[in-house]
């Protein structure tokens, strides 16, 4: 599932490709991935409209083709990706946004994505309500207070109504760096330990996006993600900390990686 560096990654390669330009037209391959307009529905609220801007919320993008916004919200996975010319659909494509002379802007493999088209206060309402992390007015008192003080840490991380655009990955990866372990309650926290994961969190987050987020993903020009990955899905392997073994587990139904020389 694409997570906040990935998200962001792909908002910075898309700023470069298609903001300014005009669509010529939406071609809906895939229907399902609709939620507010059908086919014909979405081609007559897109056509002719410019993309001013592309903007992130959490784990969406927002394209800013006023006075709308195309929300598309990645979910299990997604690949986006933008063509100069000659973009020729597939089993995989979903939708093309096309402009003229030929380029395109293609959402393909898409795993429970979604699209709407929604007017700025609607989509304001359906925005995921957690606090963005990296957000300048995200400081450490409102990250503190976003975190809250019930449940186990790895979970606080990923819940979207308490901080958005954190998933399952890149919370493991930020408390291996904090020394935290996924299981600590929040409420055991110390100061300095808050201190400490929030510091982390924005610099594990940052550093992720410059990487152009984690191994697998691509950006819209198809550069792949470089970010790499501490304990998360390296079960067994020793771990770049201390050179003891990360184990893995299952934490809330979800699979848990840590390093029990390095977390506490």
């Known amino acids: 599932m694409p997570e906040l560096p990935a998200v962001e990654a792909a908002r910075r390669s898309l700023v470069r490709t298609v903001a300014g330009k005009t669509i010529d037209r939406a071609d809906v391959r895939r229907p399902a991935v609709l939620r507010t307009h059908s086919p014909r529905g979405l081609d007559r ?20 083709v006023d006075p709308a916004v195309l929300v598309f919200h990645y979910m299990l996975w997604g690949v986006v990706r933008f063509h100069v010319a000659g973009a020729v659909p597939d089993g995989g494509t979903s939708v093309l946004l096309r402009f003229g002379g030929g380029a395109a802007l293609e959402f393909r493999e898409l795993q429970l994505s979604t699209f709407s088209v929604l007017t700025p206060e609607r989509a304001e309402e359906a925005a995921e309500p957690g606090i963005d992390p990296l957000a300048r007015g995200s400081t450490f008192e409102v990250f503190r207070a976003a975190l809250g003080t019930r449940g186990v840490t790895r979970t606080a991380l990923c819940n979207q109504t308490r901080i958005a655009g ?4 890149w919370a493991h990866e930020i408390l291996f760096h904090a020394g935290i372990r996924p299981d ?17 969190t924005r610099r594990v987050l940052r550093a992720a996006i410059a990487a152009g987020g984690e191994p697998g993903f691509h950006d819209a020009l ?5 970010a790499p990955l501490s304990v998360y899905g390296r079960a067994g392997q020793p771990c770049p900390g201390c050179g003891g073994t990360v184990r893995d587990g299952r934490l809330g139904g979800r699979p848990t990686f840590s390093c029990p020389g390095c977390q506490r």
């Open 184 to 200: 600590r309650p929040v409420a055991a926290l110390t100061r300095p330990e808050m201190r400490g994961l929030y510091d982390t």
């Open 45 to 64: 609220a897109l056509r002719g409209r410019t993309i001013a801007g592309i903007t992130r919320r959490g784990k969406a993008l927002w394209f800013q």
């Open 222 to 226: 198809g550069r792949p993600g470089r």
């Open 166 to 169: 954190i998933g399952n990955l």
